[in-house]
């Protein structure tokens, strides 16, 4: 089973930056999607970014491209690891909670969450 526990959420202003951590434990992640997740009042969680572990292919929303980045320890086949998701650029739409998620290479579906962290852009 993988644990996960994100870090770093806050309030910033608009044109501000926040890195998001996301430790993660329990298994080796060499063979799983991880990803960044973020839902806002009244809105469905959106997927806004994401790594394959063993490969470092990465995904970004199109909202995010060229303002967040995903990044993770060099030690793909430790038990514990880090995912880090900067996010340069902030609109007050990025305000929302912040979630990451795992979900093997083989399946569709993220099944190991953490428990979110708040994120508050303001104007």
């Known amino acids: 089973q993988v644990q996960l526990v994100e870090f770093g959420g806050g309030t910033v202003q608009a044109g501000g930056s926040l890195r998001l951590s996301c430790a993660v434990s329990?298994?080796?992640?060499?063979?799983?999607?991880m990803g960044w997740f973020r839902q806002a009042p009244g809105k469905e969680r959106e997927l806004v970014a994401a790594?394959?572990?063993?490969?470092?292919?990465?995904?970004?929303?199109?909202s995010v491209k060229g303002r967040f980045t995903i990044s993770r320890d060099n030690v793909r086949d430790n038990v514990k690891n880090t995912m880090y998701l900067q996010m340069n650029d902030l609109k007050p739409e990025d305000s929302a909670v912040y979630y990451c998620?795992?979900?093997?290479?083989?399946?569709?579906?993220?099944?190991?969450w953490g428990q979110g962290t708040q994120v508050i852009v303001s104007s």
């Open positions: 998620a795992a979900r093997h290479f083989t399946s569709d579906q993220y099944g190991n």
């Open positions: 329990g298994r080796s992640l060499i063979n799983y999607v």
């Open positions: 790594v394959r572990w063993g490969t470092s292919a990465t995904y970004f929303a199109d």
